[in-house]
């Protein structure tokens, strides 16, 4: 019988002669959140291989991360965050999604804090942000947006949903879908058609308890990756709220999405800079240790090229988000650059992921090494916060074309 040899996670710091993946990016401070982060989430997510299988959301890992400070991150401390700048957040999601094996985990909690912790944070009134985001920042509490419809994907203004004006406060009815973190949510955050505005105009936004009466989830919605995230159908019937539910000004619902896709582009591929470290540190200590024709397979050019490439691809990856982080923190515009971001993360991910197979040959096929589901995972991140037609779209645009 041969002798398998599986990639074994590296913990060392760096590749290639540099004492960290972040040298030239990160100060002292965050050089120890990012490794201590690291670790964290390396002790997460033991049992994914059974839960990928069964669609299973971990809540006693969800509770951790709250417990370690992850879900409120950028939110300001007096709020229940942990008042970290962009760049921090994004250094510490690069070492959360490194660290976890559980990519469902990471895509929920990076949907609950760009969904529901940013805009109550902006936008919530005093009542709104003391009601709620000190629990969705320690992860008490599990948040997300509805705004994604049959019929309203990539362009979400299409929306058909309606916020009927009654006394008190507001009918809602419509069908929303592809809503992650909705089956398991304490808090939604409803996108309705107020008055008959186009486009953006005429779009509230409404704070929706879970458990409301004619606020209802559907079943899960089985997915071909990021399994571990749950996501739902969200049905509005007759649901009433009041006045004091609206978020922020009335028909401004469309300001509200922007920023909440704004912080969601520049900071989810975060994530996916991490994962993109750790397959490339495993598929370079897999082909030092893998032989076939009586050498290491990492002295093959097809295999060395490969692992150059993904070598490449993390670093410009890197850059490319911590840019965009950057020019955040500097109170800068970066609709641009975080659509280049997301673009070329996703799209880089996903090349990694398939070369990655590719360097483990019958081994990656498998599930048992958890490459595929590797595979799997990352192509979701060409679909989710605006596809990748829609950011070259909006990088064209940028360019005045």
Partial sequence: MSTRVRPRPSHRSGLGGSASPLAGWATREQEELYAATRRFAGSLALDVMERDRTHTFS??????????????????????????????????????????????????VNAHMWTSVIPLWHYGSPDQQARWLPDLCSGRAIGCHAITEPDAGSDPFGMRARATPVPGGYVLDG????????????????????????????????????????CTTGPEIEKMGLRTSPMSDVVLDGCFVPDSAMLGRSGRGGDIFQTSMGWERACIMASQVGVMQRTLEQCVQYAKERHQFGQPIGKYGAIAQKIADMKTAVDAARGLVLRVGRL???????????????????????????????????????????????????IGGTIYSGTSEIQRTIIGRGLGL
């Fill in 59 to 108: 809540r006693t890992d969800w509770d951790r991360c709250g417990d370690f400070g992850i879900h409120g991150l950028p939110a300001p401390e007096n709020l229940g965050g942990g008042g970290a700048d962009v760049t921090t957040t994004m250094l510490a999601l690069e070492a959360f999604g490194y660290g976890c094996a559980d990519a469902g985990l990471v895509f929920s």
């Fill in 328 to 378: 955040m923190d500097l109170g800068l515009n970066a609709t641009v650059e975080s659509s280049e971001a997301k673009l070329f993360v996703s799209e880089a991910n996903v090349r990694a992921q398939l070369d990655a197979i590719q360097i483990h040959g019958g081994y990656g096929y498998m599930a048992e090494l958890g490459v595929e589901r590797s595979l799997r995972d990352a």
């Fill in 175 to 214: 069908r929303k879908t592809f809503i992650t973190n909705a089956p398991n949510a304490d808090l939604l955050i409803i996108f309705a058609r107020a008055s008959d505005g186009i486009g953006p105009f005429g779009i509230s936004a409404f704070i929706v308890e879970a458990g409301t009466p004619g």
